[in-house]
T-cell receptor, first 115, second 115 residues
Framework: NAGVTQTPKFRVLKTGQSMTLLCAQDMNHEYMYWYRQDPGMGLRLIHYSVGEGTTAKGEVPDGYNVSRLKKQNFLLGLESAAPSQTSVYFCASSRGQPFLNTEAFFGQGTRLTVV | AQSVTQLDSQVPVFEEAPVELRCNYS??????LFWYVQYPNQGLQLLLKYLSGSTLVKGINGFEAEFNKSQTSFHLRKPSVHISDTAEYFCAVRSTMDSNYQLIWGAGTKLIIKP
C-alpha cells in the first residue's frame, strides 16, 4: 500500500519562483493536511481539508494556497517563494477527525530550500 | 491554550540501556496526550496516546509513557533501546474541550543510539 505519497521529495527554489507540492493518498480519506516542520519547532498546520472541494486555513497559512479538486489529492502552492518558507513540508490524511479515534497517516516529507 | 515542552533536543544513549524522553505540557483544561516517532527519511507515525483511563500507556516497539497530571508530564520510556530506535520523537497535546481537533506539537527529541 502506498499510503500517503508526497511529490517531490526535495526541491530548491529561487526567491520569487512558484511551485506546487502534491500529496496523494490511496486510503479514501476525507481529511487531509499540510504541515511545515522547522528546526527547534513542532509541526505547524498550514492548511487542511475536510473533504473534496473544501479547504481551510490552519495556523500559518500566509504565503500558501491549497486545492482539493479530487478526494485523493491535496495540492500546496507557493506563488512567490521566500527564504522564510525553507522548511520540511509534511502531508497527512485521516478517515475522520484525526488523532483521537482515527489515526493520521503522514507522508515522507518534502524538503524545500528557498535561496 | 496549550503548549508542549520537550526538555531535551537530543538524547544520546548506549544500545541496550534504558531511556527516558521528557515531555511537559501546559494547559488550563484536561488534555489528550500523544507521542509520535519519525524514523530517518520517513513520515511521523503514532507511537502511543493517552485519552483516558490508566495513566500508564503502552505503545509500539516496547515504548511506554506515564501521564502525571500533578506534574503535567507525559514522559516516554523504554527499558532497553536498540539501534533501530534511532529517530526523532515528538510529544503532542490536545485539549479535551477543543473543537479544533489539531494537536499542539513539541519541538522534538532526537534519540541517538550509541553502539
Amino acid at each position: 500500500n502506498a499510503g500517503v505519497t508526497q511529490t517531490p521529495k526535495f526541491r530548491v527554489l529561487k526567491t520569487g519562483q512558484s511551485m506546487t507540492l502534491l500529496c496523494a493518498q490511496d486510503m479514501n480519506h476525507e481529511y487531509m493536511y499540510w504541515y511545515r516542520q522547522d528546526p527547534g519547532m513542532g509541526l505547524r498546520l498550514i492548511h487542511y481539508s475536510v473533504g473534496e472541494g473544501t479547504t481551510a486555513k490552519g495556523e500559518v497559512p500566509d504565503g500558501y494556497n491549497v486545492s482539493r479538486l479530487k478526494k485523493q489529492n491535496f495540492l500546496l502552492g507557493l506563488e512567490s517563494a521566500a527564504p522564510s518558507q525553507t522548511s520540511v513540508y509534511f502531508c497527512a490524511s485521516s478517515r475522520g477527525q484525526p488523532f483521537l479515534n482515527t489515526e493520521a497517516f503522514f507522508g515522507q516529507g518534502t524538503r524545500l530550500t528557498v535561496v | 491554550a496549550q503548549s508542549v515542552t520537550q526538555l531535551d533536543s537530543q538524547v544520546p544513549v548506549f544500545e541496550e540501556a534504558p531511556v527516558e524522553l521528557r515531555c511537559n505540557y501546559s494547559s488550563s483544561v484536561s488534555v489528550y496526550l500523544f507521542w509520535y516517532v519519525q524514523y530517518p527519511n520517513q513520515g511521523l507515525q503514532l507511537l502511543l496516546k493517552y485519552l483516558s483511563g490508566s495513566t500508564l500507556v503502552k505503545g509500539i516497539n516496547g515504548f511506554e509513557a506515564e501521564f502525571n497530571k500533578s506534574q503535567t508530564s507525559f514522559h516516554l520510556r523504554k527499558p532497553s533501546v536498540h539501534i533501530s530506535d534511532t529517530a526523532e520523537y515528538f510529544c503532542a497535546v490536545r485539549s479535551t474541550m477543543d473543537s479544533n481537533y489539531q494537536l499542539i506539537w513539541g519541538a522534538g527529541t532526537k534519540l541517538i543510539i550509541k553502539p
